[in-house]
């Protein structure tokens, strides 16, 4: 089964498949393909990130010869094609403070709050796959959000249906 583990930058993907890569299971990092294959478009300045056209990216993976049970992680991993997407989700205040310890500019940290809090890449991933899963890693330890993965990979999903997650409270004390 193929996965993809994605979610709003600042999530904890990549810290989370980094562990699930020492635990012995086969992870790629979506923007390595990007860039191996060459996929990588014009830097946007104004975003600070490169863009990548999502269909070459699904076709360079399907192209590609990655094995039946790889988990796929980045913030595009849910544009591939895959049996089931996991989301990472954080709440955005914390999501917030993530980013900025991370030296982004203000701007870019607001777009990437606006976004979880307005559900944005799980929206995405309700439209286009029917196997999908979230996973609230706001205060989880990094080993617990990955046993989560695994409970999902495994089947076990009841309590990481898409609709547990609201940050709607927070949100209207931004304003």
């Known amino acids: 089964m ?4 994605t979610g709003t930058p600042g999530t904890g993907k990549s810290s989370v498949g980094a562990l699930l890569a020492r635990k012995g299971l086969e992870v790629i990092e979506v923007s390595d393909i990007a860039r191996s294959e060459g996929l990588l478009g014009e830097l946007d300045e104004e975003r600070g990130s490169f863009d990548v056209d999502v269909d070459h990216l699904r076709d360079a993976v399907d192209r590609g010869n990655y094995p039946d049970d790889t988990i796929f992680i980045g913030h595009l991993a849910h ?20 980013l900025r310890e991370r030296g982004w500019r203000e701007e870019k940290v607001r777009e990437n709050a606006e976004a979880e809090a307005l559900d944005v890449i799980l929206m995405d991933c309700l439209e286009d796959q029917l196997d999908v899963f979230e996973v609230d890693a706001s205060s989880m330890p990094l080993e617990d959000v ?3 993965v695994v409970d999902i990979i495994r089947g076990k999903t009841d309590k990481y249906r898409p609709g547990n997650t609201d940050w709607s409270e927070e949100v209207l004390s931004w304003y």
């Open 79 to 98: 544009f591939l094609n895959v049996d089931r997407v996991i989301v990472l989700r954080c709440r955005p205040s914390i999501l917030m403070q993530r």
């Open 146 to 148: 990955a046993k989560a």
């Open 2 to 5: 193929r996965i993809a583990l």
